[in-house]
């Protein structure tokens, strides 16, 4: 089943309305075809009103010569078409059609100019995409296909137009009136309303599209390119929000520095323009010169957004600024190719992001991401290819998959040709494709031409789901001193993809003696050794891999810096990994270890609980962290990563069947055994770690309260009062929001006497901060309590929230669902009516975030049968619902699908 688009029509009206079909629309990649034709130019013209706003397009049109002779068909939905004119004649009603979802006609010459007047109602659109407005403020957000909410286009990618964008509104209310490309004419009319014009000299998709309008401040700067250009630059706020922009400002040059440093790209535009929305679907968007943003990435002081908000901002600048050449000036074929222009951009981001702050623990934090979201997406009903094959709602495929995934793949491909081979490839894919719509292919042949290898193997990773499982086995024979690796490979079954070609995999490696020192790597057949860390290529689905020379029976260390993006398993004992987690010179692989090392420990305590004996944290244990822990001189950045245990979630994922009450109880018991075994120690790191002078965000900063927060987390495990004292005195404090929101997290999910003062005293502070309200939502959400759902649905009704800022639903919802699993999957079933209640309440409202919350629960067939009856029972209930949505439809089907 899925939706059509059925038309309610009064002479030339039309208002598309949204209804289920019983036969689901399924987009394929097989069936793509090139434009019948193309838009060369299109002036468009606003008018906004408080009721509505009128939208004339003129557009000139030629056909495509590589296809047949067929009917103008455009896309277009709940438009209200005014008038029609096709070089300049009015078109009688019997010579086109409208449809709720299109505009057909079927007689044009080849050549042509369609002027098109149509009425929308932006004040009435709560899915926001097309125009809608956000406060006072006009906005838009235009892909995948939001466009045609706004006039008729053809609303595809590979469809390029230069764009002219007039916009008339009344001055007092809307003295900023903003699109793309440069600012060419304005004028006071004599109504009390002005007029802008603003040109885009350089073609591109309509989903580049981008108007905003409201009464906006800001902040300004400037920078010079690399070949001399001046380029203004400025960031649009709510007055009230001026003084939170200038990391936002810093960021972005920082950025457009760093791009003419290693791509070799530079800004193209006069102006570069940033305008932060309080109701966005997204986090931020990158139309061409005029990037809309949700405020939570644009907006910070030390008051009110805490470290990793201000790393959050940093790196999302960053993405979109790199998507004017990852995006913008070469852009992707069809949606299918989402991951081009996403999975090299969000590499990009990621690279930069390294580079301004700690590689290492960029790293860690990415690969963290990657194990707990996008392996199990891998693993579930939603599994896909990071170029999937098919969709029935394209914006289900804004995906960790695409995003992240395709990020690894890119990253694994800069591995195999190094620094300077990748740097290449990159300058040729800019020179040979910059004003195209190209594919994930073509991406591949640059690295391909631009190298001389062969990487018809690699393409595999776009084409199947799925993250391969790497099985290794070791040997040594000390009198020929030759250690021996044999890697085999596979990749598990996913929705429609089985018995899948081995992968061309890029394996990191070091060798450790027992000192913890690397060792020289020689390959049997090499005349010396290469280096000590090197990047074995397997392609076979099993191969071995002899190393010559190395005195002593090593300590591997594999997949440094998480070189793919697979599983390993190999038989490494606790010892074994307590080593590499105290020596091994890879901070990523120090970190994996300590993973590898707390995850084997919780999982036995499972069992152990499961069997009725008691839960036992080893000595050895606790002596291996305590020597991590007085690593004085160590990156506490990287210390904090390696002391940090594994997310309850992502050890339900490691389970065949997830026992969710044991994993919570596991987790909670080491963490108070740690607590109470190494407490001198964790208050000692607390109290050398406070903060002094001005707040400051540079590295070294952020892993001293990094650290500090982390300490303070395994004390209040202990539940001792001195832990509950250092918890009140960070937060009474004040000095800044990353140590004032940690202790409040803490204080929330207690049982404290002081936890509800110190909730109503943050929420007095902040409830004028919409952003800041967000975090209080959200530490409530995720509090391991047993009146949180209770707390969460009271909540529901506070004057702040509202069930139509995604923010509101991402903070409160989203966290209670997907980062509480212990009261999120009550046994009683509660949490998942829940959720079901809150997704058929917004799927009227903003299907896409209704789509995104279903989400969370379809991985339903992990769990016991009791659970699984309980979360089929709540998809069942969602597809029964009249005019469901096609994002929701498409999640509910496909998870059920899952379970026959």
Not at 273 to 299: C, H, Q, R, T
Not at 320 to 328: D, L, P, R, S
Not at 396 to 417: P, S
Not at 765 to 771: E, K
């Amino acid at each position: 089943m899925c939706f059509r688009y059925l038309p309610v029509t009064s002479g030339l009206h039309n208002w598309g309305k949204l209804m289920r079909s019983d036969n689901p629309n399924t987009i394929y990649l097989k069936d793509y075809q090139p434009p019948a034709f193309f838009i060369e130019q299109i002036d468009l013209s606003f008018d906004l009103f408080d009721s509505h706003t009128l939208v004339e397009s003129r557009l000139q049109l030629r056909r495509n010569p590589q296809r047949e002779a067929e009917p103008l068909v455009l896309d277009g939905e709940q438009l209200e078409l005014l008038s029609l004119q096709l070089d300049d004649r009015p078109l009688a009603a019997e010579e086109y059609r409208v449809g709720a979802t299109s505009l057909t006609i079927d007689q044009v010459p080849d050549s042509f100019e369609l002027k098109c007047r149509v009425r929308i109602l932006p004040q009435q659109n709560t899915a926001l995409e097309g125009l809608y407005q956000s406060g006072s403020m006009f906005c838009t957000q235009c892909e995948a296909e939001g466009f045609r909410r706004i006039t008729y286009f053809l609303d595809r990618p590979d469809v390029m137009s230069r764009f002219t964008t007039s916009i008339t509104a009344k001055r007092s209310a809307y003295p900023v009136l903003l699109s793309n490309g440069n600012l060419v004419a304005e004028e006071l009319l004599e109504d009390g309303r002005h007029r802008v014009r603003w040109e885009d000299p350089f073609p591109k998709p309509c989903y580049l599209f981008a108007l905003v309008a409201g009464d906006l401040r800001d902040i300004r700067d400037s920078y010079t390119t690399a070949s001399g250009r001046e380029v203004d630059l400025r960031i649009y706020v709510e007055p009230e929000n001026i003084d939170k922009c200038e990391h936002a400002m810093r960021s972005l040059k920082n950025a457009m520095r760093w791009d003419e440093q290693h791509y070799g790209r530079e800004y193209d535009l006069d102006i570069y323009m940033i305008v932060a929305v309080n109701d966005f679907n997204m986090g931020a968007m990158e139309n061409k010169g005029l990037n809309v943003f949700n405020s939570k990435y644009v907006l910070a002081r030390p008051d009110t957004a805490t470290d990793q908000d201000f790393q959050g901002i940093e790196g999302v600048i960053a993405h979109e600024y790199f998507h004017n050449w990852t995006g913008n000036r070469i852009t992707c074929r069809d949606w299918f190719q989402l991951s081009l222009k996403e999975g090299l951009t969000v590499f990009r981001d990621q690279e930069f992001s390294a580079d301004m702050g700690s590689r290492g623990v960029k790293r860690i934090e990415d690969v963290r991401l990657l194990r707990a979201h996008q392996f199990a997406e891998d693993a579930g009903p939603m599994a896909h290819p990071v170029r999937p094959d098919s969709y029935i709602e394209i914006n289900n495929f804004y995906t960790v998959t695409v995003y992240e995934k395709g990020a690894e793949v890119v990253r694994m491909q800069a591995h195999l040709l190094g620094p300077e081979g990748y740097r290449k490839a990159t300058d040729l894919y800019f020179e040979r494709h910059d004003g195209q719509a190209v594919t994930t292919d073509d991406f591949v042949k640059c690295m391909e031409d631009a190298s001389g290898r062969h990487l018809e193997q690699f393409r595999h990773w776009y084409r199947y789901a799925g993250t391969p499982v790497l099985e290794v086995d070791e040997s040594y024979d000390a009198a020929s001193q030759r250690y021996s690796l044999t890697i085999s490979q596979h990749c598990p079954d996913t929705p429609g993809q089985r018995n899948k070609p081995p992968f061309h995999i890029p394996v990191a490696i070091g060798l450790l003696d027992a000192q913890g020192n690397d060792l020289p790597l020689q390959l049997a057949g090499e005349v010396a050794p290469v280096g000590t860390q090197r990047v074995l290529e397997l392609r076979d689905q099993i191969e071995t891999f002899h190393f010559v020379g190395i005195p002593e029976r090593p300590v591997p260390s594999l997949l440094r810096g998480g070189s793919a993006p697979v599983k390993l398993e190999m038989a490494l004992s606790d010892p074994v990994l307590m080593f590499r987690m105290a020596h091994d010179s890879d901070g990523f692989n120090r970190w994996d270890a300590a993973q590898l090392l707390a995850q084997r420990l919780i999982l036995k305590m499972v069992e152990q609980r499961a069997a009725g004996a008691q839960m036992e944290v080893p000595a050895g244990f606790i002596d291996a962290f305590r020597q991590t822990l007085v690593s004085a001189d160590e990156d506490q950045a990287l210390l904090a990563q390696v002391l940090s245990l594994p997310a309850e979630g992502y050890l339900g994922d490691q389970m065949e069947e997830v026992d969710v009450e044991g994993v919570h109880a596991a987790r909670e018991r080491l963490r108070q055994q740690l607590a109470e075994s190494l407490h001198d120690e964790l208050v000692a790191l607390v109290e050398a770690n406070r903060e002094q002078g001005e707040y400051r965000i540079e590295p070294a900063d952020i892993g001293r309260r990094s650290l500090r927060n982390l300490a303070l987390h395994y004390l209040m495990a202990a539940g001792s009062e001195q832990a509950l004292q250092l918890c009140l005195a960070q937060y009474q404090a004040g000095h800044n929001m990353t140590d004032v929101l940690a202790a409040l997290a803490l204080l929330a999910a207690s049982d404290a006497p002081q936890r509800t003062e110190a909730l109503a005293d943050f929420e007095s502070r902040w409830r004028d901060d919409p952003l800041v309200m967000d975090k209080w939502f959200a530490v409530q959400a995720m509090a391991p309590r047993a009146d949180t759902l209770e707390t969460v649905q009271g909540l529901m009704s506070h004057p702040v929230f509202s069930m139509r800022n995604p923010n509101k639903v991402r903070g409160l919802i989203g966290t209670f669902c997907g980062a509480n699993p212990i009261q999120f999957h009550r046994a009683d079933g509660a949490g998942y009516r829940f959720l079901a209640d809150r997704v058929l309440e917004l799927d009227p409202l903003n299907p896409q975030v209704a789509a995104r919350l279903l989400r969370l629960m379809s991985c339903w067939r992990r769990y016991d049968g009791a659970r699984q009856a309980l979360m089929k029972g709540q998809f069942e209930r969602v597809l029964q619902q009249p005019g469901l949505s096609r994002d929701l439809f498409e999640i509910a089907e496909k998870s059920l699908e899952a379970g026959q």
